[in-house]
Nanobody
Framework: QVQLVESGGGLVQAGGSLGLSCAASGSIFAVNVMGWYRQAPGKQRELVARSDTSDGGTTYSDSVKGRFTISVDTAKYTAYLQMNSLSPEDTAVYYC???????????????????WGQGTQVTVSS
């Protein structure tokens, strides 16, 4: 089991910046990926950014590319999300995510098991 505790978030004006952090505990040796997702009211949860803990490779959604930066301190297993040039469209509950790889026999391929934080609200005012 992996537990995730988020901090940061809050209210910021459009154009401003905000940072989130997420500390993982428990079976952290099994964590392969740490990342952030978000869910706006009436919308599905979507990927914001994720980072592979083994090689530092990152993936960003097109909507945040160039504005948000994810980083992971693998010594502390803490993930950070620096959000710049925020717009009202970024308003959402942001969830920390940790994923571990496992082999799924039924599909014959590598799959991911996901752990989630409790979520933190980010509100951007216009």
């Amino acid at each position: 089991q992996v537990q995730l505790v988020e901090s940061g978030g809050g209210l910021v004006q459009a154009g401003g910046s905000l940072g989130l952090s997420c500390a993982a505990s428990g079976s952290i040796f099994a964590v392969n990926v740490m990342g952030w997702y978000r869910q706006a009211p009436g919308k599905q949860r979507e990927l914001v950014a994720r980072s592979d803990t083994s090689d530092g490779g990152t993936t960003y959604s097109d909507s945040v590319k160039g504005r948000f930066t994810i980083s992971v301190d693998t010594a502390k297993y803490t993930a950070y999300l620096q959000m710049n040039s925020l717009s009202p469209e970024d308003t959402a509950v942001y969830y920390c995510n940790a994923a571990t790889y496992y082999y799924n026999d039924s599909v014959g391929d590598i799959a991911e098991y996901h752990y989630w934080g409790q979520g933190t609200q980010v509100t951007v005012s216009s």
